[in-house]
């Protein structure tokens, strides 16, 4: 049985060594946990998730089936970067679903951002039981719970999102490795297991991926103009150092156009909007500075590298009165 609790006494995990040695430890735990039975996991990429598929490669290979669900909404190059670190360098037994169609159809013409994150969900939650359903001799679901997830479902912050709401006749017992982890040390965990820097110490993200960053109704060219649009604030934010700095950096294309010049012609195009943030806790939120130089180096490179955008606006708005998310 797995260390349900962090125990009081624990040490904070900072340092390899005792990263090594909590992957052991764990790797011992889940072996007798499961035995020679299969583990399914929905592996998303982001640092839990991943974190928890590296530990249970190690403890138990080819016993883990990771299915990776690829809703349309993620950003430029993350399904690429989940296929090449778990199929091709860790070997894991990886089903890749291309759902993006299927997503995309469902949302057509939703503009309600509370009805858009619940079609989002609960499809997510059929794709993944339908390949569930696909596997022979599952007894085991994985999940990246960690301790803060546990210490606010238990003071009613937040409901645990356990199971992640699997229908009724699924029924699994529940492997969670890093449950007793702070979010800090499950970083040091996965670096410690071979995980790229850059997925363990990635931005948040939230669920609903690049479909709240295209607020109202999600077209398919509006989702490009976001996705193309983030890698480059990606892109400029690592080469400037800005990367492990802020907090939080992304791009919204809200669907609302305004008149501009391309190659001597009217082009009458999309706005993007550009949000960096830093906070401690996510309730509040404050601005980054971003110097005037690189502001327009980013302008200039959006507006004239992504299809679509003639402008680009900074947004100066902390929170609150803004959410981080315009959605
Ligand atoms: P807001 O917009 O509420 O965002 O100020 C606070 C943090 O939560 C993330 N966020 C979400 N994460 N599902 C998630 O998993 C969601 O529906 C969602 N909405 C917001 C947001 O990116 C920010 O880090």
Redesign the pocket.
Same mark, same amino acid.
């Given at each position: 049985m797995a260390t349900d609790r962090r125990p009081e006494n624990m040490e904070r995990i900072v340092t390899p060594a005792q990263a090594e040695a909590f992957i052991e430890e764990q790797v011992a735990e889940i072996r007798g946990q499961v035995g020679d039975k299969k583990v399914l996991l929905a592996l998303s990429g982001g640092v839990d998730s991943s974190v928890v598929a590296a530990l249970l490669i190690k403890a138990i290979g080819q016993q883990l089936v990771c299915v990776h669900v690829n809703h349309g909404l993620l950003r430029k190059g993350e399904p690429e970067q989940v296929i090449e670190v778990f199929r091709n360098q860790m070997k894991a037994n990886l089903v890749y679903v291309d759902a993006t169609d299927r997503f995309l159809d469902k949302l057509a013409g939703v503009d309600d951002p509370e009805t858009k994150?619940k079609i989002? *969900?609960g499809e997510f939650i059929e794709v993944f039981a339908e390949e569930a359903r696909k596997q022979d001799g599952i007894e085991f679901l994985a999940q990246g719970t960690i301790w803060p997830d546990i210490l606010e479902s238990e003071n009613g912050i937040k409901a645990h999102h356990n199971a992640g709401g699997l229908p009724e006749d699924m029924k699994f017992e529940l492997v969670e490795p890093v449950r007793i982890l702070f979010k800090d040390e499950v970083r040091v965990v996965g670096e410690a297991l071979g995980l790229p820097h850059s997925m363990v110490y990635r $931005? !948040? &993200? !939230? *669920? !609903?991926g690049l479909g /709240?960053r295209c607020p109202g109704a999600i077209t398919r060219d509006r989702l490009e103009a976001v996705r193309e649009s983030d890698a480059i604030l990606r892109e400029e934010f690592e080469k400037n150092g800005l990367a492990g700095k802020v907090? $939080?950096y &992304?791009t919204v294309v809200p669907d609302f156009k305004s008149t501009g010049i391309k190659d001597d012609k009217r082009a009458f195009e999309w706005c993007c909007i550009v949000r960096a943030i830093n @906070?401690t806790d /996510?309730?509040t939120?404050t601005v980054e500075n971003i110097s005037y130089d690189l502001m327009c180096h980013i302008t200039d490179r959006i507006t004239h590298e992504v299809p679509g955008i003639n402008r680009v606006l900074y947004d100066f708005t902390p929170?609150p009165t803004? @959410? /981080? %998310? &315009? %959605?």
């Open positions: 994150r989002i *969900g $931005q !948040p &993200f !939230p *669920g !609903p /709240v907090w $939080q &992304f @906070t /996510v309730m939120a929170k803004g @959410t /981080v %998310e &315009f %959605e």
